[in-house]
């Protein structure tokens, strides 16, 4: 999956290590992935009125989804 390299001011580092500490995660970047990931899932279940899980998309992955079609 390719990375992102992403620049946090003071404040938002600081609230990133409480966000870290609350959820037991071991680094900042781990912690800015896991809240866009919730904020994404809160948001398709806002939508569609389900929860979804989200998955890396590799290219195995979707020439199986073509392959079954």
């Excluded at 999956?1 to 781990?30: K, N, Y």
């Amino acid at each position: 999956m390719p990375t992102q390299e992403i620049t946090f001011s003071d404040d938002e580092r600081d609230m990133l290590e409480r966000v870290r500490l609350q959820q037991g995660l071991a680094t900042l970047e781990q912690t800015a992935e896991w809240l866009v990931k919730s904020r994404l899932r809160n948001q398709t279940k806002h939508f569609t009125g389900r929860g979804r899980s989200l998955y890396a998309v590799t290219a195995s992955s979707t020439r199986k989804s073509h392959e079954s079609h």
